[in-house]
Every structure is written in structure tokens, then in C-alpha cells.
């Protein structure tokens, strides 16, 4: 098998040398084609020369030109979007701020209003309690009075009956009367 490789390559090589192989040289050498070849040379680069400077240059220099603004412009636009992002948060931030002294404003307002209504309510109930008292006081204080012209009354109509059955005879009231309230004043005073 190897040596049919080779013969099969030796065989293409000969035809290759045969079918592409010119008898007087390469043509490009030849001095005789040199003007056309200069002239189609000229002409193809001339043509590719304008094409590329006329048609794809303006494109791409385009193209770099957009790309350059736009990445320009997205960063003045990021950079505008930062500083106002910034100065949103710290507006923000003064809010807040602002909203915490002004509920901590609030809050020392209302219990400054809580302790007055507080101590007002004291007051109130102090003095309903103190004039409750009073009226108290002066209730037993006549009371006091009453029960001892009561007392004074029931002990002269007791202490007559007494005498009356122990002497047997009718004892004059306004006189027993009279030595009970001399009695109950001396011993009364002490109570008042």
C-alpha cells in the first residue's frame, strides 16, 4: 500500500508540472506583460483604494462616533443620575431627620400636656376630696350639735323620771334642765 501512496504521487506531480508548467517561463516575468499588470494593478488598487475610503471608512468612522457619544453620554448620564441620587438621599436623610425632632417635639409637647392635665386632675380631685371632707367635718360638727341638745333633752326628761320615782314627787324640768346643760357644757367642752 505505501509504495501505491507513492507511485499515485509521483503520477500527480508529473501531470500537475505539465498542466500548469508553460514552456517560456512565468508570464509575470515576462517584461512584455509588464505595462498591462502595472496598469491592472493601478486600477483594481485604485478601485478597492476608493471603495474602502468612500464606502467602509465613513461607515466605521461612523459607527466609533456613535459608539464613542453614546458611552459618553451614558456616562454623563450615570454621573447626573449618581449626583441626584446623592442629593435625593440626603433630602431624604433632612426628612427624616426633620420628622424625628418634630415627633420628639411632639411627644415632649404632649406629655407637658398629659403632666398638666395630670396635676389640674390632682388639684380637682384634691379639692373635691377637701371640700367632700369639709362638708363631712361640718356634717359631724352638727351632728355633734344636734346629738348633744338631744342628749341634753333625753338626759333632763331620763334624769327627771328618775328623780321623780325616786322622791316620788314631780320634780320641775326647767330646773333639771338647766343642771344638765351646766353638766353636759363642762363635759362637752372637752369633745369640741
Known sequence: MKSFCSALSLAITLYANQAFGSEAGMPQLNPEFW???IFWLVVIFSTLYLIVW????PTITYSIENRKSKVVNDLNEAQKLK???EKQLKEYNLIIENAKKEARKIIEESK???DEDIKDKKKKFSDEIEEEL????KEIIDLKKSSISNISNIAAETSS???K???NTEINKSSVSAIVNEVIKKKIEKYI
Request: net charge neutral; charged share 25%; hydrophobic share 50%.
Open 161 to 163: 323620771e328618775v328623780m
Open 54 to 57: 468612500k464606502i467602509f471608512l
Open 35 to 37: 505595462l498591462s499588470q
Open 165 to 167: 320615782q325616786v322622791v
Open 83 to 85: 449626583e441626584s441620587a
Open 134 to 137: 369639709k362638708a363631712v367635718e
Open 112 to 114: 407637658k400636656n398629659l
